[in-house]
């Protein structure tokens, strides 16, 4: 890597990160290797380590954070801040020096904490962004590797195939129907048609036809292409436009709270304003006297909390998903969790291990047990009923076997290697377990390539379910193929290629296929759970050097059926099961074999009395389909399409429908649901896009661990708001029920302000650290459009606002009945006030679990913290010489604290006596959930 480099070393003094090569579109393949330094067979691993150390890796830079002084600054565009800072104004103009600090204060703390967080917020979703790492398959020394998108270097060989992320800019030198999504580079919505011919120089960005280019999406074909640019040398770096991971638009419930914040600061500022009114005019106070009552008031009734619990919320629980791999993609899509009730899922890799090996193989005329663990290609084969294996030397003697195996090796991209004891499979899991299956009958790798050199392909696409090869091919091997030398090898879905095949190997040469046959030894395999795959081949004519799918209608042999076993994930069964419970009804979309669907389905626990295969789907009427969408939970043979109608229908039904999907033709689907789950392990980058969540071990227990955790995301938003509201309430009451009947107020407005800025933000954001609740995925799912405020919220906050406000007036009564000072009887008022939240706060930690219940206290933690540091700061307050001046407030007895203790705590039994009723009720739904589901099974 001399000439091209070198020149533009000298550039780069000039030009920030330059391209490394310009106008690559006008040069060959050939030159371009050249100028690279590299060759079709790909760079060797030492080579591409010293360019990686020279030109970086192949990553966009980040989008810089917010800087600090405009996070900060952010935290006043409020309009509860406003109101705030109007009340503040009014003070000091009122020359009330210790409201006006007491309000500054609040506004202070709330954006120091509103800015602490929001960091967090921020560097945790940064921190998934780092997580989602995209992999290319890579030709090193003429094999594919799937290596980290970002070790990618210029002269690198690549490998693209639909629903891959361009991970470079790219000349492509050879291509095979290749068509690429570039609007996010050209904002041309079609998709652009890719060839391999050298273009004019003049061609415009949007024309070069032969270049690949980074962040664009392969929606057909495949293709390998030379990397010519890498990270913020390529074309989308140079525009500097990073396609952010996660898009940070404001979800239902914010903008569901932001609008109730609104409507509360309205009322709040009526009320205000009419209590003022009532003051002056009927009361006799002075203006001033209400001014300040009247700023006591708004400051207590807003919940200025409220925006940043559910932003801190939201970013602990994304973090928490994270780290129990999802990756939230959409952040909306974390709210509407807690709602899904119908979870459609593909069966391999996700509840299955997709960790593949071929255990039978059975030909016109033998069936074989074949023995080994994983992808370690050590083991042998046997025949059925025999105990005894059969000897490598010996297996050529059965060139059904021989042929079934090369088939397997021929037609295949995948790839293993042998790092620190252990083989690592480089491709998909169906093709590496018919790789081994090929090396353990003794072929090899390399004698793959030398005899039976691949010249073109038809790759696998979901929809053909199939893949073939031309290749060359050696007669010396003396099999029946005929004397062309040149042939196919196919693999496949088995009810595919018995559709095509005319012919079957028999053992001496081909005969009429005998369809009935195979298609027991078909049902006979798949009801053992396995997938299975057809092997087949046929004669290339020497004239035709290519290949289409008109090749495989005439002549094709079917040689054999090959036997998979792709066991169901163990944690998958469990998930099912809490799914279940959880009133969501799991539906299995798969692709592959009906009698294999009902097999692993039965297995999993799911409801496999009836599977509707894609085809059947097809020819249902609308009503019908809804009908079936509705009942039947195992679909096999699915095309994407399929997948898209099931959704479409679902939703019609008023389900709310999380999918997973990792095909390109899945994207649609994918977005069309309420959630899309994207596989990241097995998932192309074209379904990644599409979805709002990622799995990065493509699990299905994973997606029922989000549901758990979306669930409890949403539960503590809403105890925070039935912590906030109330608290409130109890606050502003005081002084609006004080003015109304002319009592004396037990508590001042600027107490009420020192109440408020300790309360609001420390009692109440404990509560999003809350754990999920015991029965979390024992109830059913929450109504999608339920509003915010239902009738048992509102019932909380009268109840818990009218006996706070209550407890306060009869104690600071009771105290100036025995004739203590004003300044005790108000201090006694004050810490009346805060215990009970303190006391509330102990039991809204829950819905459900008991405060009496063990479990209850495990996790309690941050309450305890939040309490512990309100109590400190009550002391100080009462005791604190400065502050009594401050605060009007005198010292009061230890026993004065015991009756305040026993006067707020009735609080807890109250709510725990509707946590009584709340539990009744959500066993007898569980029950008709279960009942309802044990009828399906
Ligand atoms: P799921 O949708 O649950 O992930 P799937 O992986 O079986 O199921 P597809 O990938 O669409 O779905 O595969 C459909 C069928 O195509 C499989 O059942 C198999 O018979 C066949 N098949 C899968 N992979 C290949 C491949 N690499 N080459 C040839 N045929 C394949």
Redesign the pocket.
């Known amino acids: 890597m001399h000439n091209i480099t070198d020149s533009v070393a000298a550039d780069s003094l000039l030009l920030k990160d330059p391209p490394l090569l310009d106008g690559a579109h006008a040069q060959t393949p050939e030159q371009l290797l050249t100028a690279l330094n590299g060759i079709v067979a790909g760079l060797t691993e030492a080579e591409s380590t010293t360019r990686r150390l020279r030109w970086g890796d192949n990553q966009l830079p980040v989008t810089p954070p917010t800087p600090a002084w405009r996070r900060w600054l952010r935290q006043f565009h409020n309009l509860f801040i406003y109101v705030l800072l109007i009340s503040a104004t009014i003070s000091l103009v009122l020359q009330h020096w210790v409201d006006t600090g007491v309000i500054l204060a609040v506004i202070l703390v709330n954006a120091a904490i509103g800015y602490v967080q929001e960091g967090k917020a921020e560097a945790a979703l940064r921190a998934i962004m780092s997580l989602s790492k995209s992999l290319s398959m890579v030709v090193r020394n003429g094999a594919g590797f799937s290596i980290d998108s970002s070790q990618l270097v210029p002269g690198d060989v690549v490998m693209l195939q639909a629903g891959d992320k361009v991970p470079a800019d790219l000349r492509l030198i050879e291509c095979k129907e290749l068509r690429c999504d570039e609007a996010l580079l050209t904002g041309e919505s079609q998709s652009a048609a890719k060839t391999t011919a050298t273009l004019p120089p003049e061609t415009l960005l949007a024309e070069r036809r032969n270049m690949a280019y980074m962040g664009t999406l392969v929606t057909q074909g495949t293709a390998r292409g030379l990397v010519i640019n890498t990270g913020i040398r390529t074309e989308i770096g140079a525009i500097n436009q990073l396609v952010q991971l996660v898009k940070t638009t404001a979800t239902p419930l914010q903008l569901q709270l932001g609008k109730l914040a609104q409507q509360l600061t309205i009322a709040i500022l009526v009320l205000t304003i009419a209590t003022m009114a009532f003051g002056i005019l009927v009361r006799d106070y002075t203006l001033a006297q209400m001014f300040q009552a009247a700023i006591g008031i708004a400051v207590a009734a807003i919940p200025e909390g409220l925006p940043a619990i559910v932003t801190i919320a939201l970013a602990l629980g994304v973090g928490r998903m994270a780290a129990e791999h999802a990756l939230v993609r959409r952040l909306p899509a974390v709210e509407v969790l807690g709602s899904v009730d119908v979870i459609c ?8 291990a997709n960790a593949m090996t071929a255990r039978q193989l059975v030909t016109t005329n033998n069936h074989y047990l074949i023995s080994g663990e994983g992808y370690e290609p050590r083991g042998n084969f046997r025949r059925k009923g025999e105990r005894q294996p059969i000897a490598l030397e010996a297996l050529g003697e059965d060139p059904q076997l021989v042929h079934a195996c090369r088939i397997a090796l021929v ?3 995948a790839n293993l290697t042998h790092d620190n004891n252990r083989w690592q499979l480089h491709g ?1 899991p ?2 590496g377990a018919l790789h081994v299956m090929a090396l353990k009958s003794g072929l090899t790798n390399k004698q793959s390539k030398q005899q039976w050199p691949r010249l073109d392909e038809l790759p ?1 696409e ?1 929809e053909k ?3 073939a090869v031309l290749h060359r091919f050696d007669n010396s091997t003396g099999d029946n193929l005929g004397n062309d030398a040149q042939a196919m090898a196919v ?4 009810d ?1 290629l018995l559709e095509l095949c005319q012919w079957q190997l028999g053992e001496s040469g081909n005969e009429p296929l005998d369809k009935a046959y195979w298609h027991q030894q078909l049902t006979d395999l798949a009801a053992q759970g396995m ?4 092997l087949a081949c046929k004669t290339h004519p020497d004239d035709q050097p290519s290949l289409t799918h008109k090749h495989m209608h005439e002549g094709l042999v079917m040689v054999a059926l090959a036997g998979l076993s792709d066991p169901p994930r163990p944690e998958a069964i469990a998930a099912i099961d809490a799914c279940h419970s959880a009133g969501i009804r799991v539906m ?6 009906p009698v ?2 009902a097999a692993i389905g039965k297995e999993l626990g799911l409801n496999a009395k009836r599977v509707m295969t894609g085809a059947e789907l097809d020819l249902l009427s609308p009503a019908d389909f809804s009908q079936i969408a509705e009942t039947v939970d195992i679909f096999a ?2 095309s994407p399409a399929n997948k898209l109608q099931l959704v479409e229908a679902l939703q019609t039904r008023h389900h709310t429908v999380a999918m997973t999907g ?2 390109v033709n899945d994207a649609p689907a994918l977005r069309t649901a309420d959630i899309g789950i994207a596989m990241g392990m ?1 998932g192309t980058d074209a379904a990644r896009e599409a979805s709002a969540f990622v799995l990065t071990d493509d699990n299905f227990a994973t997606i029922e661990q989000a549901v758990a955790e979306g669930r409890t995301i949403y539960d503590n938003i809403v105890k925070s708001i039935a912590f906030i509201l109330p608290t409130d309430l109890a606050e502003a009451s005081i002084i609006i029920l004080a003015i109304l009947f002319g009592w004396m107020l037990p508590i001042t407005p600027a107490q009420i302000l020192w109440v408020n800025t300790i309360t609001a933000v420390t009692l109440a954001l404990a509560l999003v650290f809350e754990r999920s609740e015991a029965n979390i995925m024992a109830r059913p799912p929450r109504q999608r459009h339920q509003g915010l405020i239902t009738a048992a919220l509102l019932y909380r906050i009268l109840l818990v606002g009218g006996l706070g406000a209550a407890t306060v007036f009869v104690l600071f009564r009771w105290k100036l009945d025995q004739g203590a000072s004003i300044e005790q009887a108000r201090a006694i008022a004050v810490n009346a006030l805060v215990i009970f939240e303190c006391f509330y706060l102990l039991t809204a930690r829950t819905f459900y679990d008991s405060i009496w219940h063990p479990r209850y206290w495990q996790g309690i933690g941050p309450s305890l913290l939040a309490i512990i540091v309100v109590v400190i700061f009550q002391l100080l307050f009462t005791y604190l010489p400065l502050s009594q001046t401050i605060f009007a407030v005198a010292g009061i007895s230890l026993e004065d604290w015991l009756i305040i203790a026993l006067a707020t705590s009735p609080i807890v039994l109250l709510v725990e006596t509707e946590k009584v009723v709340a539990r009744r009720m959500q066993a007898r739904r569980q029950i008709a959930t279960q009942g309802k589901r044990y009828a399906q099974l």
């Open positions: 899922t593909d069966k391999t890799g996700t509840l299955t037609c295949n991209d998909d169906t093709e696998f979901s379910r199939y893949m693999k496949g879905a088995p595919r997938r299975v795959l057809a299995m979309i798969t692709g592959d074999n294999t669907a043979r699915t990792d095909g097995k």
